[in-house]
């Protein structure tokens, strides 16, 4: 057991690091919302002393996460369904809010712009098209409306490659590991992202909008982290956060 | 509960143990018998998947066999293979990644067996690949067996590297890590935990055979 009090001290040496509690508040961003949200906290941060940590993943995984209690203070989604789930659990005091509406583009690093159209997809020379997985991921469920509206989805349902979140069904298409597919307009629209290829925005009237809400996640009275959460919970639906939104594509 | 993705997991597994198997040997006696002076660095790469995130893996076979780059075009063009989003792809990939489970026990295997036997053979003029075959290998089968399981088993747990080239497909790249990977974003604890279950027991069992099976072969060995 001589190793036991060493070991003791090195453990409290690296808890003792982190145990002072950092005043930002941390932001769970669903994949699709990631670049916007850089241009949101870059206005909020704007003139305050006021400072957000943004968390990306898909959805679901942060729905998860935020479930079995993880440290979040504002939850942006890809959707409203989550949302109210953890509103429905308990997890927030107020209903979720829409704060923009999302549109479904169809991308291809090497096809041009106007030769891409749902029906094309049909055609022999594609082979794989990428798909946000629809049983997680609104954008993902836009697209399987889509291609079923446009009567195509019988002839493509064996090329469809599924992405675990927008993100990676990103990386998919601009990697070129597949001929198109299906994105968020708010992806391409993004400084990191532009260049990349040609896309061609699918008309609304094929599938359901893509209503995206977010949600302010308990606090107790007493939390240093309330009173900037609902700051920056209340700046999403301002003015200025609605022109960024627009920006990026979002209605 | 859908077994779809737990019997692609098991073919996937079977298929990859039975290759590495194959390739194994012949780079494992490499590694144990010669005295070639770079030997070092062959090693330290064939280590690496050991150490390496599977991420990293992921990311440049994701580059590899997408067909916007060379290796992934000749493929295409070659035997109009796509191996991104395939099986096929999986395969490879699960090869590289389980490589020095399947290697590394095996060297250790033929480098625990005394030097007599293998001089012993040649004296009675008997050539490499016969010593090797009907001495070397039947004295060292706890290590190919330790070497076929171990690799199963890693090839079972991996996640990291199909997710990355998977692509998810049903019946063709999702796999059981996946399936529960998915099923716990979809906030579908229950399934989840079903595959969970399923793939604990089924590789506790794994291991506990080998494990018996191995001390049983040690013990005929060496009568008390």
Redesign the interface.
Known sequence: MQFLRPLTFLLFILLAGCSKPSDKIIVATAANVQYVMKEIQAEFEKGSTDSIHIVVA?S??L??QI?EGAPFDVFVSADTRYPE?IFKNGGAEEKPKVYASGTLILWS??ISENELTLAMLADEKI??I?IP?P??APYGRAAIEALKAANVFEKVKSK?????SIA?TA??IT????EAGFNALSIVLAPETKQKGNYTIISDSLHHPIQQAALLLKHTNTSPKKSISEKFYNFLYSEKAKAIFRKYGYR | MDPQPLFLTFRLATITSALLLVLAMPVAYWLAYSRFRGKGVVEALIGMPLVLPPSVIGFYL??A?????WF?SWVEHTFGL?L??SFPGLVIASVLYSLPFTVYPIRAGLQSLPPTLREASFTLGKGAAETFFKVLLPNCKPAILTAFVLTFAHTVGEFGVV??IG???PGVTKVASVAI??E????NYPAANQYAMVLFAITFAILLVVYSVNHSLLRARQPA
């Open positions: 898909s679901g995984k729905t998860s479930r789930e690093k090497n082979r794989k990428a997985n049983e997680t469809l490659v599924y992405g675990e990676q990386q998919y990697s070129g590991s597949v | 994701l580059l066999f997408s067909p916007s780059y992934g796509r991104v989003f997710l990355m692509g998810n497909i990977y998915n716990v974003e979809a906030l």
